[in-house]
């Protein structure tokens, strides 16, 4: 179904896309309306069509992470048409449950009949996995987009969505240029409820502020954001 709400949610993400002193997006929205599975879609489409990357995954909890990347990544591709799905490894099995690769069956697991198929076929090496949301969870790998679902409702002791973006920003940088994006989503009602109660995403939220750039034409975090109210 077509949706406005949708269309101007996917040109704002654009713009943060194409804007060479943007991080990402951060988003906080009302319950119910699709938020995981655009950031699904995005994760999958992006990476999807571009070599040699990896993206990942957080959510308020591991069970959270793989919940999110079963239902909203992994169901969804295996109901595209066979054109939209690039070669993955199917030693994974066609519903894989902590990676999508996007690479040649892996010969351990390949029947002859499936290693004469993909010896004309192409392989990306590319990549869409989750991790637990401990702070450090990707520090050190390069990703190409990095989604961090419910954002504002970290569940796991020790985990500081504020300090997790900052160990973030490296993994989507190359010397000084931003070669990755991030989509920090979330909903997020009445603020004085458990769900934030060290004002982390608050801070992370407030440093977002795209009115608010610094002398180098970034937010202090480098992020956009947008605001969908329930009404």
Not at 55 to 68: L, M, P, R, V
Request: contains cysteine.
């Amino acid at each position: 179904s077509y949706r406005t709400i949708d269309k101007k949610w996917f040109y704002f993400w654009q713009y943060c896309a194409e804007d060479p002193n943007c991080f990402g997006m951060n988003e906080v929205t009302q319950r119910r309306i699709g938020k995981s599975f655009r950031a699904g879609v995005l994760v999958y489409e992006v990476t999807s069509r571009t070599k040699r990357k990896r993206s990942g995954i957080q959510s308020k909890d591991k069970e959270a992470a793989e919940t999110f990347f079963d239902v909203h990544v992994v169901q969804p591709f295996t109901e595209l048409e066979q054109i939209f799905k690039p070669t993955i490894d199917l030693d994974k099995g066609l519903a894989p449950k902590s990676v999508l690769r996007f690479f040649k069956q892996s010969a351990k697991g390949a029947s002859s009949i499936r290693k004469q198929e993909d010896e004309g076929s192409k392989e990306l090496k590319s990549r869409i996995d989750y991790q637990s949301s401990k702070n450090k969870a990707y520090d050190g790998k390069k990703l190409l987009i990095y989604i961090r679902d419910e954002a504002g409702k970290v569940e796991e002791q020790g985990a500081n969505v504020y300090l997790a973006h900052g160990i973030i920003k490296p993994c989507l940088t190359d010397g000084d240029l931003i070669i990755g994006k991030a989509l920090y989503t979330t909903t997020v009602e009445d603020m004085r409820d458990d769900d934030d109660p060290d004002g982390n995403f608050k801070l992370l939220w407030d440093e977002s502020d795209q009115s608010n750039k610094g002398k180098n034409g970034r937010t202090k975090n480098s992020l956009y954001r947008y605001f969908l109210a329930a009404y």
